[in-house]
């Protein structure tokens, strides 16, 4: 980490139009959930990443029961609480065709007006980045007439 701070994109998915993204700004941890460019939740560490080799998390806590439900966001800072919000939803199904997941920097339109797509190089060093899923309960499983629907509402 550069000794002013750690600035820039660690993880994004998707962007404008829907997508999530994990960043620092201004020294501290900020992840950001856009539903389809209309709404954006926003949840930022309480204090600047610690200088030097830490581990950056973020757990996203669904809420379950269905499709496009909210869920509680907690950042840590190697292992410890560092902030805490909400996203009240989340866009179901897919964030976009075109955009795409990226590491270090955000290659398509940005998740958030927070970063610029040139701005969004992360100035630090990313060791690695690793997802984990949690138990799928199936509770938001989609029956075979609904996807047939879906598929052709989009067309």
Known sequence: MPTSG?????????????????????????????????????????????????????EFAYDGGGLAKGGDVTIYYDGKP???????????????????????????????????TQGSRFTGTINWVQIDLGDDNQDHYIDPEERLRIAMARQ
């Open 82 to 116: 560092a902030g805490t919000g909400r996203v009240d939803i989340t866009q179901p199904m897919i964030f976009s065709a075109d955009e795409t997941t990226d590491i270090g920097y955000e290659s398509g339109t940005p998740v958030t007006a927070d970063y610029t």
């Open 6 to 58: 750690a600035e820039g994109v660690i993880i994004a998915q998707g962007g404008r139009f829907g997508g999530w993204s994990v960043y620092a700004k201004g020294g501290k941890a900020k992840f950001v959930y856009n539903v389809l460019g209309i709404h954006e939740f926003q949840v930022e560490a309480e204090s600047q990443i610690p200088f030097g080799a830490t581990q950056v998390r973020v």
